[in-house]
């Protein structure tokens, strides 16, 4: 995984993964900017990690806003660190350059294409008549980014050490996302550049729209997704920076909220 030379594959039309190399360049926090994010960050530990014995929506509600305040203040310190997307017109032009490096590693996309359909955001779109039970779309495993493929990265040395990650294989794959999304020449590179930039999860709804599922079923496992996830960020952000390892020393000054949820 990762190799250079996996991304060679030469022919007309076909786009290297060097054709898409981009630089992903962040700034260091000073120390004092450090210092002053590493006790936000305790405190948002300590928060997130007091589990109530009983479920109590109100609580629960009280808890998540305390832990909202502090995000924001990571976030201010964290504007330092962040990486400036590139711009959502382009994703057409990258998901096709998605797709063709898929098809110059032996995928078969058969006759769909990305399309964008109104109120549903991007997706495949058929570009002929397809029979019922006809093969649309081939993905060979090694195209495919799963937790299986943490050992075997720079993660490898954390994962067998640290519990989170044997018992959380989805955890340890964001962390991978990370990983590659920050490595020099990543072979995963075309796919982490069509990735969207934002997302329609409850970790990127406004305080009004949360507010808005209260009496639903879907209120208290969103509120408790968003502390599961803000606990995990801060988790790793403490572990990164007082840990010697090759994941630490690669995602220690570009490990951010922003970029984990």
């Known amino acids: 995984m990762g190799k250079k030379g996996h991304g060679k594959t030469a022919g007309k039309g076909k786009v ?13 926090l000073s120390r004092q900017k450090r210092n002053e994010l590493n006790q936000i960050v305790d405190k948002l530990l300590k928060v997130s990690s007091n589990f109530q014995t009983v479920p109590n929506a109100a609580k629960e509600w009280e808890r998540h806003l305390e832990i909202r305040k502090l995000l924001e203040q990571v976030d201010q310190v964290e504007q330092g660190m962040k990486v400036t997307p590139e711009a959502e017109s382009a994703r057409a032009a990258r998901l096709e350059q998605l797709l063709q490096w898929m098809v110059a590693q032996g995928a078969d996309v058969g006759g769909v294409r990305p399309a964008q359909f109104a109120g549903c955001g991007w997706g495949l779109q058929a570009q002929r008549d397809l029979a019922p039970g006809e093969l649309v779309v081939a993905v060979p495993r090694r195209l495919m980014l799963t937790s299986e493929q943490v050992q075997h990265s720079v993660l490898g040395s954390l994962l067998v050490k640290d519990a989170m990650l044997q018992h959380m294989p989805h955890v340890a794959l964001a962390l991978l996302l990370l990983v590659e999304k920050f490595s020099p020449e990543s072979f995963w590179e075309p796919y982490i550049r069509a990735l969207p930039t934002t997302y329609s999860t409850v970790l990127y709804f406004t305080t009004q729209e949360l507010q808005e ?29 007082n840990t010697s390892d090759p994941a630490s020393e690669l995602l220690r000054d570009v490990f951010t909220y922003d970029e984990y949820r």
């Open 213 to 241: 599922l209260k009496g639903s079923p879907s209120f208290e496992p969103a509120l408790k997704h968003c502390r599961n996830i803000a606990r995990q960020y801060a988790y790793f952000s403490k572990l990164f920076q």
């Open 16 to 28: 290297l993964a060097k054709d898409v190399n981009i630089t992903i360049s962040t700034s260091k």
